[in-house]
């Protein structure tokens, strides 16, 4: 089975610019989150997709950063425009619906430098 | 709005010694706790969790941890450690629900000594 994949790996862009991340969950998973851990901090929540519809976005920094989750299946987070602050790797989570034990499983995370 | 605090944010051990990270959490109702870990150059995966019965609960590897809720503690342990055990770990902890957000702690990076 796939694991949840993320594109792209690592992107440097110069602040003012715009960068679209991409999450790819593992098939049938219905719940899809996105993280940002900015260095030497935690690991803190931006927004929780279930199918295409935002359950909680209340850990989104400002109205620079936009998700999109059309179809369900794989999903975007738009930074525009990029802020310096806006560095770190973010990550994403995917869980199925039913029986789950609440384990969320990770992407590799997309390393964002912005200059 | 739960937080969780690690101890530890750089710990140095040698091979064969053994380990115990800290780590607790702050909210008043029912919690999901797992540990997380990150090795080098890979994805965050899950290394054991609780969610109800036995307070000591055993993951993968030999790593294991026990529920305090007294203490609101969930510390991870591993009686001998392993230079493959080099890593970053996360505390982590939702809300009774399961699809709630994780809100993880500031991590620990083990480093195991040959």
């Known amino acids: 089975e796939a694991g949840v994949t993320q594109f792209p790996s690592h992107s440097v862009i110069e602040k003012g610019q715009t960068v679209t991340l991409r999450c790819d969950p593992i098939?049938?998973?219905?719940?899809l989150y996105w993280y940002r851990r900015v260095m030497g901090k935690e690991i803190k929540f931006l927004l929780h997709f279930v199918k295409e519809s935002k359950q909680d976005e209340s850990g989104m920094p400002n109205n620079r950063f936009l998700a999109e989750r059309t179809g369900g299946t794989y999903s975007t987070l738009k930074v525009q425009p990029a802020e310096l602050e806006d560095s770190g790797v973010y990550f994403c989570?995917?869980?199925?619906?039913?029986?789950?034990?609440?384990?969320?499983?990770f992407g590799p995370g997309t390393r964002l430098t912005v200059l | 709005a739960q937080s969780v605090s690690q101890h530890n944010h750089h710990v140095i051990l040698s091979e064969a010694a053994s380990l115990e990270l800290g780590c607790n959490y702050s909210?008043?109702?029912?919690?999901?706790l797992f540990w997380y870990v990150q090795y080098p150059g890979q994805h965050l995966q899950l290394l054991l969790k609780y969610f109800s019965g036995d307070p000591l609960v055993k993951g993968i590897k030999g790593f294991e941890a026990e529920f305090i809720k007294s203490k609101f503690s969930f510390n991870l342990r591993k009686p001998s450690v392993q230079w493959s055990d080099t890593a970053e770990y996360f505390c982590?902890?939702?809300?009774?629900?399961?699809?709630?957000?994780?809100?993880f702690g500031i991590g620990t990076k083990l480093q195991v000594i040959p």
């Open positions: 989570a995917s869980s199925p619906t039913s029986g789950s034990s609440g384990e969320q499983f």
């Open positions: 909210y008043g109702g029912t919690v999901n």
């Open positions: 098939s049938g998973h219905d719940n």
């Open positions: 982590a902890v939702i809300t009774s629900g399961g699809y709630q957000k994780v809100t």
